[in-house]
Every structure is written in structure tokens, then in C-alpha cells.
């Protein structure tokens, strides 16, 4: 628990203390994560300043190891969630519309057949109707 980076995407960043090296926004980060890896696991979301050139929300789970002293945490940028969730939507409607047009073209089809059914089932019936009463008069 001691703050020094041992594996991260910004490859310049391993190996530095971030709870003395870091800058006071890092530190403030690192410490409270050290805090939630001693006593127990969870999400959370901050800014992180040390991957981008600009701060950007990001969600991690923080998880310890108290025998080793180690905190693990592991995260994504909520933008890029929002972007995947975002393409996931527009691809679900593109599919619901097809589904649509699918479920639209058989139901017209079946509507179809059966309007053709029922016109062919009523001239059967008025042909018999007709010659029943031609019998009867």
C-alpha cells in the first residue's frame, strides 16, 4: 500500500509514488484508493488526469490484496462506455425496423391469403346456397 504504479496504460507512469509524485489531485486519488483496498472492494467514479490531455470521467473497481499490500483497480472511460451503448442502441433499432418490415410483410401476406380464401370459401358457399334454392322453387 505503499502508491507506487505497478502497471498502467500511460507507460510513463509506472514505477512513480503517486502519493508523493503524482500531484495533489493523483495523490488524493491513489490514497483514497489505497483506503477502499485495505477494508473492502467497490466502484468508483472520479476524473483522471493522468492518461489524457484533458481530465475525463472514468469508473474503476477497486479491489485489495492484504497480503501482498497491493490495490488493484481496473476502469473505463464513461465516455467511451456511453459510445458503445450509444452504437449497441442504434444497431437494436436498426434491427427492431427490420424485424418490423418482416413481421409487416407477413402479416399483409397472410391478410392477403386469407381475404383470397375467404372470397373463394364464400362463392363455394353462395354457389350451394343458390342451387338449394333453385330446388326449393
Do not use: C
Not at 502508491?3 to 491513489?30: F, R, T
Not at 477494508?39 to 492518461?51: H, R
Not at 492484504?66 to 483497480?73: H, T
Not at 425496423?97 to 380464401?117: C, D, G, H, P, R
Amino acid at each position: 500500500f505503499d502508491g507506487i504504479m505497478l502497471s498502467h496504460k500511460n507507460k510513463e507512469i509506472i514505477g512513480i509514488n503517486h502519493l508523493y509524485d503524482a500531484g495533489p489531485i493523483a495523490a488524493k486519488q491513489v490514497a483514497g484508493f489505497i483506503e477502499i483496498g485495505k477494508t473492502k472492494e467497490k466502484f468508483v467514479s472520479y476524473f483522471n488526469p493522468s492518461v489524457k490531455d484533458e481530465p475525463y470521467q472514468k469508473t474503476s473497481f477497486i479491489k485489495g490484496y492484504k497480503k501482498w499490500r497491493w490495490v488493484f483497480g481496473t476502469g473505463y472511460n464513461n465516455v467511451d462506455l456511453l459510445k458503445i451503448i450509444e452504437k449497441a442502441k442504434e444497431e437494436i433499432e436498426e434491427k427492431n425496423k427490420e424485424y418490423f418490415m418482416q413481421i409487416l410483410y407477413v402479416s399483409i401476406s397472410i391478410t392477403i391469403a386469407l381475404l383470397i380464401l375467404s372470397i373463394i370459401l364464400s362463392k363455394y358457399l353462395e354457389n350451394i346456397f343458390t342451387k338449394y334454392k333453385q330446388t326449393k322453387n
